[in-house]
Nanobody
């Protein structure tokens, strides 16, 4: 059974930083594209970032480009998201997601399975 467990969220002031973690199990993590997505009440799921199976390339949405960094540790079956220069509009529930079988792309929620973890809440507020 695929399991994705997110952690690391919290309350932070604008301009602050957080590092999110996602522990994966139940599938061949080293062969899968991974991504981070987020959701806020009243808005749909927003794709933020994706990473190749070996971690050599990363992709970012315009809203987080230059502020967020995705990475992965295949030895630990984990993917991370470093959030810097946080803004109030970054407030959301953050999820990691695995690549959708049979779909080969990186940019956009359609490239990944729907989130299945509980997510981790990031709140940016002064």
């Amino acid at each position: 059974e695929v399991q994705l467990v997110e952690s690391g969220g919290g309350l932070v002031q604008p301009g602050g930083s957080l590092k999110l973690s996602c522990q994966a199990s139940g599938f061949m993590f080293t062969l899968d594209r991974m991504a981070w997505v987020r959701q806020t009440p009243g808005k749909g799921l927003e794709w933020i970032s994706g990473i190749t199976p070996n971690g050599d390339r990363a992709y970012y949405g315009d809203s987080v480009q230059g502020r967020f960094t995705i990475s992965r540790d295949n030895a630990k079956n984990a993917v991370f998201l470093q959030l810097n220069s946080l803004k109030t509009e970054d407030t959301a529930m953050y999820y990691c997601a695995k690549g959708k079988y049979g779909v080969y792309c990186y940019v956009g929620t359609e490239c990944y399975d729907p989130p299945r973890g509980q997510g981790t809440q990031v709140t940016v507020s002064s």
